[in-house]
T-cell receptor
Framework: AQSVTQLGSHVSVSEGALVLLRCNYS??????LFWYVQYPNQGLQLLLK??????LVKGINGFEAEFKKSETSFHLTKPSAHMSDAAEYFC????????FGSGTKLNVKP | GAVVSQHPSWVICKSGTSVKIECRSL??????MFWYRQFPKQSLMLMAT?????????EQGVEKDKFLINHASLTLSTLTVTSAHPEDSSFYIC??????????????FGPGTRLTVL
């Protein structure tokens, strides 16, 4: 079965600073990769996804992620954090069904 | 587009009663829906995959007689927690695939239902 690892259950950045949330997966075959964001007491909103083609994927709210096959990684970045980015972020891998990482809670300090 | 709703958004019930949660795809037809539960400060755990017109496929360790899933139409799946107990208290989230919009496994999630069993 797939495993998805998100390093850092909590990440804290200052407003305007770079956001980097890490995700590594275990599949030997490139899967479909997703990042979702969850605000308190809400469902998950799709930020971006990688299926095929360009390895740098741009999503909503200024986020982007790069698929690196050699590193089995799909890290999420945003050049400049905003207070409204504070939320929990989940990386997911799809092989028919989804396998989620444990989540990273992003805190943005003023 | 690709909006998924859930009803109710929260429910409190007494131990031993049954609770039904609805999941609807509002602007697309979903042949496949998924049910997850999420404990506080944890990730989502897939409970079952629901296919329209057929029996749901349950993940290992999920009691199918306790968590009844019905996917009677292309826009509605229901999860019934039977004889609920306090340990069933959790956040239940459904998701759906839109095969016409996206062939690449993307799931669209509902807003979740907070179940509290007293």
């Amino acid at each position: 079965a797939q495993s998805v690892t998100q390093l850092g259950s909590h990440v804290s950045v200052s407003e305007g600073a770079l956001v980097l949330l890490r995700c590594n997966y275990s599949s030997s075959v490139p899967p479909y990769l997703f990042w979702y964001v969850q605000y308190p007491n809400q469902g998950l909103q799709l930020l971006l996804k990688y299926t095929t083609g360009a390895t740098l994927v741009k999503g909503i709210n200024g986020f982007e992620a790069e698929f690196k096959k050699s590193e089995t990684s799909f890290h999420l970045t945003k050049p400049s954090a905003h207070m409204s980015d504070a939320a929990e972020y989940f990386c997911a891998v799809s092989e028919g069904k989804f396998y989620f990482g444990s989540g990273t809670k992003l805190n943005v300090k003023p | 587009g690709a909006v998924v709703s859930q009803h109710p958004s929260w429910v409190i019930c007494k131990s031993g009663t049954s609770v039904k949660i609805e999941c609807r795809s509002l602007d697309f037809q979903a042949t496949t829906m998924f049910w997850y539960r999420q404990f506080p400060k944890q990730s989502l755990m897939l409970m079952a995959t629901s296919n329209e017109g057929s029996k749901a496929t349950y993940e290992q360790g999920v009691e199918k007689d306790k968590f009844l899933i019905n996917h009677a139409s292309l826009t509605l799946s229901t999860l019934t927690v039977t004889s609920a107990h306090p340990e069933d208290s959790s956040f239940y989230i459904c998701s759906a695939r839109d095969p016409l919009r996206d062939l690449k496994d993307t799931q669209y999630f509902g807003p979740g239902t907070r179940l509290t069993v007293l």
